[in-house]
């Protein structure tokens, strides 16, 4: 009984005192003052800046991510090198697909006082208590990929990304302007159909899929029960396994399409249309494109040559370099988030979502691509 | 007509599985009639094959009382080893040995900690799991290791007879010969004993440990080559594949009639398992169900085949006791008489 005791009121000690440590967090520093220089607002933030960034210290920035990803990789990497143009250093931070465990990782950086911005790729769903803690911080951040809306939708902050419904068009638009040049003029409209891989959890690739199905129905409107969406989350994973087991089963389970337009609004379920394709014998009746290059560049390299052929390619300089340079501009002091690309700023949004600069590559374009964006960005 | 084996055989679990089988895959039919065709039924063999191969050594694993949740991660790994050992010029078919040893190695772990450091195989396996997935991101970049060798692939997707895919034909000619070394072998008889009761089994001269490490290594090194299968399948090798390898394997294992706590089961359920599952899943997306409610459908699946797990074990000790109790009763009587 004593000893029972005793770990109690220890416990309630222990409680007490991490209470009292909590309470201490009000005593922070008042936020950095934003100073915009309103005479350069129109390039500030910009590439085309007029700023000799080493003309200060190198910035300490953080890229702070909910899970490990190839494009996380790629992201990093492509920050790595953008950092070395324009003179800051870039760590990681996971979140290890958990809220609890991105949110202790953020304050104990925060808390460390040597980080000056900060590079989040988050899930929004705690957006709130993600800008809670980073307001009161007084850390600029700039999201990556995915934004954070308000009540009416409207974005609240900057956000490097991408207009996700306009590319899932672009996408969808691409198979329908060229389906002819690999069927021939005289394919009978009526027996083509739509295979569309969604990913149902994500808004943002929602959004992808509903521009693709919009696409084709703008130039099929009779053909809406040829439309098939099948969502990735059945198959539990983002893998290219799951991309075939549901191409496979679609096509083989509707006869009545004989040529099938499948789009993606991500490439690993593209890749495993492909592989689809060829098992099933039917290259010659797939029309494959999707939203990311990464993994068909890779099948380019190596010498692909199937039905898998075209992509939204967006380089990751594309999204970093824009990101890094705005992020810079907050952090020096010339840009507030509610200022940073007001010229880019659609009239509903509170914050600007820079749009990366992408385009539909095939097999013969995307290295001419990816070098201009490079020559533009000065990096890679 | 044999009245009582007829009784015995539609009291079995195999002829009830069949007819839940082949009661699912008419539906389906009804609703789509392309479900029955020979495309479909080729895409459906193709898609057992995978969780198929994996199932076999989680099969005699979990008839032994033990279970390998990271038999998902290890097929993943098994992938990428193959799929490095291409890219270094090595030939594909030394590349599939290459896997199959680190399979066994993985295998081999996971008997040691068993073994040797005596923790429960659901709990070591579970962290190991952790591990191997970390590991497979270090690895990889968590990019796709690709493996463009053209003669390879046909082991994902040629077919024999221009029928049965290549992946298909070799799952069965695994569950065809683990499942005669179950029935047939002092080695099978010696699973089952160990299943049901491990002290009574060691009591008779056999050695747990030994068997069990066999069976960890074969799972490993079968999860290995079901990770080549499917990255000759794919072109590469994925940090993502297989990721609900071992939740798969043990439903399709469970529902065909392997007791999860051992002692229990045969190769002939674990194929009808696997054959419910995938005509499951194939036909819901074949009608077209939307997602949210084919994941409450394949949730529901897992549940059915635990709680049917559950009674059929609670059953069968019933009876073993209810036999017990008359087998001593005779005893006394034939004491007395005597």
Known sequence: MKKIAVIALALIVAMTLALGACSKDNEKEPEKEMVVDTEKSDTVGYVTDDVDHFARDPYNFVYAYYDESALVDATFAAFEVTGKAYNFSITRMSGNESPETYMQNLQTLIDRGDVDGFFLDTDPQFQDRLMEALDKSGIPYMNMYTAFFDANGSCIRPTVGMKQYDAGYATGQWLVDNYKAYWGEDVDTSTIGLLNIDFSVSPDLQARTNGITDAFLKEFPDNEDNVFVVDGLTGGTVSAEVGYDLSSQTVTANSKIKKWLVSSCLENYAQGAARAAEALGRDADFLISDVGSIILQDEWNNGYDGAWKSCLAISDYAYCVPGAVGLIAMVDGRATPETLWEAERDPKDKCTIWAAENQMVTKDTYKEYFAKIDSTYGVG | ?338
């Not at chain 2, 979990?62 to 279970?67: D, F, N, Q, R, S």
């Not at chain 2, 949210?292 to 085949?305: D, E, R, S």
């Not at chain 2, 008359?326 to 007395?336: H, L, S, V």
């Open chain 2, 1 to 338: 007509m044999n009245i009582s084996r007829l009784k015995r055989a539609f009291g079995s679990n195999y002829l009830a599985l069949i007819a839940v089988t082949a009661a699912v895959s008419l539906l389906f039919y009804i609703l789509n009639h392309d479900f029955l065709a020979l495309d479909n039924i080729k895409n459906i063999m193709n898609a057992m094959s995978f969780t198929g191969t994996i199932t076999v050594g989680m099969a005699l694993l979990l008839i032994a009382g033990e279970v390998d949740l990271a038999s998902g991660a290890e097929a993943c790994f098994g992938g990428i080893v193959c799929a490095i050992a291409i890219q270094a010029g090595l030939p594909w078919p030394l590349a599939l040995v290459a896997a199959l040893a680190f399979g066994a190695c993985c295998g081999f772990i996971n008997a040691f900690f068993v073994n040797v450091v005596h923790i429960m195989g659901f709990i070591c396996t579970l962290g190991i799991l952790g591990i191997y997935n970390g590991l497979v991101s270090v690895v990889t970049d968590n990019h796709p290791v690709p493996a463009y060798v053209p003669s390879f692939w046909k082991l994902g997707s040629a077919t024999v007879f221009g029928i049965f895919p290549l992946p298909f034909v070799i799952m069965v000619v695994l569950m065809v010969a683990y499942g005669l070394v179950l029935t047939r072998t002092n080695f099978g008889r010696n699973i089952f004993m160990i299943g049901g009761n491990r002290r009574a089994a060691r009591l008779c001269g056999i050695n747990p440990s030994r068997i069990v490490t066999a069976l960890y290594v074969n799972n490993g090194m079968l999860a290995a080559l079901a990770g080549v299968i499917l990255t000759a399948r794919m072109h590469n090798a994925s940090p993502m594949a297989a990721s609900t390898g071992a939740i798969d394997a043990i439903t399709a294992a469970v529902l065909g009639g392997i007791s999860f706590l051992g002692g229990v089961g045969g190769m002939g359920g674990c194929f009808i398992g696997i054959l419910l599952i995938t005509v499951f899943s194939a036909g819901l997306t074949a009608i077209g169900l939307p997602s949210y409610w084919q994941i409450v459908a394949q949730g529901a699946i897992l549940v059915f085949a635990l709680s049917a797990d559950f009674f059929n074990s609670k059953a069968r000790r019933k009876r073993l006791e209810r036999d017990e109790i008359k087998r001593r009763r005779e005893f006394a009587r034939n004491k007395e008489e005597s």
